[in-house]
């Protein structure tokens, strides 16, 4: 994981791509974003389009309470797995700890004894 890492909070859906082929451009591979971003498949889009192997990259998101719960949780990784174009995501946050993040994160544990995350964090 990379020390200095390229956060794309409030970043518009139409500036973000842009934002992070510059980030890239000038060094970054670690890129932070989060389901309530709105902008994971920019994020996703940029890092392909950078030719880049995917393992240069460190990719950070985060579960929105609203995905909370076993199955929900399970569910907004896939999509993310999907926005994001990639097989795996290498840290996955719990966004804040209410509602049901126990639920959510058994699905994290479940999700990353199959490989599809690397690292969660409650």
């Not at 985060?62 to 174009?85: A, H, M, P, R, T």
Request: charged fraction near 30%; glycine fraction near 6%.
């Amino acid at each position: 994981m990379s020390k200095i890492g390229f956060g794309v909070y409030q970043i518009s859906k139409e500036d973000c791509e842009r934002c992070v082929l510059d980030a890239i451009a000038v060094g970054y591979r670690h890129f932070d974003t989060a389901q309530s971003y709105f902008n994971e498949e920019e994020v996703g889009s940029a890092l392909l389009k950078s030719g880049l192997p995917r393992k240069d990259f460190f990719i950070t998101t985060k579960i929105w309470i609203d995905n909370y719960g076993y199955e929900n949780c399970k569910k907004s990784v896939e999509e993310s797995l999907k926005k994001l174009k990639t097989d795996y995501i290498d840290l996955i946050l719990l966004h804040q700890p209410f509602s049901d993040y126990y639920g959510a994160w058994r699905a994290l544990k479940e999700l990353y004894e199959q490989g599809k995350i690397k690292a969660t964090i409650l």
